[in-house]
């Protein structure tokens, strides 16, 4: 998978946008507040149709403008697959070889995984960076799980909804209702993530044991105790969960007991790193997430994904920084935005007052 080119147009600081960037690393080079990571969300927007800076997209229009557009020329088993993101007041379309798509549709179809300052808050940042993390970031490789999510969220929406106006008052057959639809569809988000963990977890733990020879281990944690449980029996055991906390959720009006409450656990050598890990151990640990993301994109796909690595790569020393780059350049489009340093690449770019331009050799 890689970008042949990108434009946009009324984007963040970019009244036009065009580059045609190269096959392998991609330098975007400039001062700070000149535009570099807009055009990283710029490229992760045209290929998961969201930013991932802000849920209102009326943030990404050009200051003053309420319409803009999004284009991007891919390649994707060797076939050209294009993109069109309109941005209006109305709201956004996505256009997907011509045929109007939905985000997780294109994000199944256009691979990126991105790595920003902001990724370190997954071992010690709240566990709703975590389960959004499996959500977003490994969800869209199992059929069913965003659909799934998306039923199990508008259920818990509906039973809290409940569970606050009535509160102290059970709501009998209604409140049953939306009981069961979050049981049976919160079974399937929690086998769904434990079996992307199965695949996943491994991949996460090797590449980190290579790098520093400590021993990791990623522990989901549930609210529900599920074993070897099939899709009835993990429904049945969460409405059991449910049934033992009923009354405090009467009194407290929110569900107890849930996906929505789950974590993830990151433990080297028998420490959680939510409270001991180092500097050294977070980032890491969170370089090989990313590292694994690329090889499942691959494992699921046959393709490698573009990779997007805003400011986050001199947080590393001068080895691994290397040995991450010789690996990635070598078999994926990466784009790496450097601030205004001499840092070589396929192509070097350099962002100035919402402009971009390839530098000359």
Known sequence: MRVINIKARNFRNYADLEVKPGRGLNVIRGKNAQGKTNFIECLFFALRGYSFRTARESE?????????????????????????????????????????????????????????????????????????????????????????????????????????????????????????????????????????????????????????????????????????????????????????????????????????LDDLAFIVNGRELRSFASQGQQRSVVLALKLAQVALWKRYTGEVPVVLLDDVLFEFDRERRVRVLETLRANAQVFLTVGDRVFAGDRVFWVESGKIGEESG
């Open 60 to 260: 990404v229009l050009h200051w003053g403008r309420d319409c803009g557009f999004i284009e991007a020329r891919l390649s994707r088993g060797g076939c050209e697959l294009p993109v069109r993101i309109n941005l209006a007041p109305e709201g956004k379309t996505i256009l997907l070889a011509g045929r109007p798509v939905g985000r997780t549709e294109l994000g199944r179809r256009a691979g990126v995984v991105l790595f920003t300052p902001d990724d370190l808050r997954l071992v010690k940042g709240p566990p709703r960076d975590r389960r959004r993390f499996l959500d977003l970031e490994l969800g869209c490789f199992l059929p069913g799980y965003l659909e799934d999510l998306k039923s199990y969220q508008r259920a818990l929406e509906q039973r809290n909804h409940l569970l606050r106006s009535r509160r102290g008052r059970d709501e009998g057959e209604t409140l049953d209702l939306w009981t069961e639809q979050l049981c049976w569809h919160g079974a399937g988000v929690l086998l769904g993530r434990l079996q992307m963990l199965r695949e996943f977890a491994p991949l996460v733990c090797r590449l980190f044991g290579a790098w520093g020879g400590e021993e990791l281990a990623i522990r989901y944690r549930s609210s529900v105790t599920l074993g070897n449980s099939d899709r009835e029996q993990a429904a049945g055991r969460l409405r059991e969960a449910l049934s033992a906390v009923r009354r405090e959720e009467l009194r407290l009006g929110r569900t107890q007991v849930g996906p929505h």
